[in-house]
């Protein structure tokens, strides 16, 4: 037979005190003395009591915990991002609940919807590539239920973003590879969507345009930047003519899988093209020579991002018209070290 649900009646009949100083107790009101709290405790432990909290959150309109939504779970980065974010919340007492938009805008509004619904205190998003508006978000914004944006962002003057310069660290790989000695440099890159390709992609013109390097159509190679895809623009750089002799690419997966095809091919690197990648992920040392690539610091942007966002649960103000710029840093390793070979 199944057991009966135990309620605090129960255990103040158990005890022999009132149903009242069990709630009071089991709620950690200090009128309670911590020894009468520990037998409370102790008691329902052993009856098997469970905590309502569904219907102690409907009364402190608070439920401690803050919504994850990340475009996909299966990357170096986000999970980095997820190991910050969920350090910084639990220390504060916070439980977080996660999902995954799988790159798509419909997913991301239903999930938004169940954040919602869920009453999360808070909302930290990635926004996935292909998403065209953030009207989803307006009910959190219109009840004043914070929401922050990282990596993937959008402008809102109810949220504040928190990402890195990536203008800037594109502009630093590219001058990189031209410092080397490439005059020819393709950069692999996603359709320019979302801020993080845009921004690349424009950091990438600058440093050509700054050393009287034109700019080509031909040299931005579009894709998804898995490292199937990276295989797939090798056969089109394979195919350019002259060849090219420095590769950007806008994530090292993408880069490592370019880099392997070209090897097959018998091209040698940096000898015959350089490379720079991107993030910094773990296969990047893996791979032979050594992938030069930007340092993102995806761990440090998930505990700043949950630490605004806690701070603000606290009562300090959301800075709605700032985006807070982490540092990145490139890293030059072997692939891209031309003029050393």
């Known amino acids: 037979m199944l057991q009966k649900e135990v309620t605090i009646y129960d255990i103040a009949q158990k005890l022999n005190i009132s149903s009242a100083t069990v709630s009071r107790a089991l709620n950690d009101d200090p009128v309670v003395s911590k020894k009468t709290r520990k037998r409370i405790f102790d008691a329902a432990d052993e009856m098997g009591y469970r905590l309502n909290h569904f219907a102690r959150n409907l009364r402190s309109q608070k439920t401690n915990i803050i919504g994850v939504i990340v475009p996909r779970l299966n990357s170096y980065f986000m999970s980095a991002v997820i190991s910050g974010i969920e350090q910084v919340a639990n220390s504060e007492g916070y439980n977080i609940i996660i999902s995954q938009s799988a790159e798509q805008w419909d997913k991301e509004i239903a999930n938004a919807k169940t954040m919602f619904n869920n009453r999360v205190d808070g909302l930290l998003v990635s926004l996935a590539y292909d998403t065209k508006n953030i009207a989803h978000f307006e009910p959190f914004f219109k009840r004043n239920i914070p929401v922050i944006f990282f990596d993937r962002v959008e402008e809102h003057n109810s949220s504040t973003n928190v990402l890195i310069d990536n203008k800037r660290a594109a502009y630093e790989a590219t001058k990189h590879l031209i410092e080397e000695g490439c005059k020819r440099i393709v950069h692999i890159t ?112 998930g505990a700043v991002a949950a630490r605004n966002l806690i701070n603000h649960l606290k009562g300090a103000p959301m800075y709605t018209t700032d985006s807070i710029i982490l540092k990145s840093e490139l890293i030059i390793r072997n692939s891209s070290k031309k003029s050393a070979s």
């Not at 990438?204 to 295989?231: C, M, P, R, T, W």
């Open 190 to 301: 996603a359709i320019p969507k979302r801020n993080v390709y845009t921004d690349r992609l424009a950091g990438y013109k600058l440093a050509l345009a700054e050393h009287k390097i034109k700019f080509k159509e031909e040299y931005v190679v579009i894709s998804n930047l898995g490292q199937e895809d990276g295989a797939k623009a090798a056969e089109k750089i394979l195919h350019m003519q002259p060849l090219p002799d420095g590769v950007f690419v806008a994530n090292d997966n993408c880069a490592v899988g370019c880099m392997v095809a070209l090897k097959k091919a018998g091209i040698r690197i940096p000898q015959d093209i350089a490379f720079v990648g991107f993030n910094n992920d773990p296969v990047a040392t893996v791979v032979e020579p050594n992938l030069t690539t930007v340092n993102y610091p995806g761990y440090q942007i």
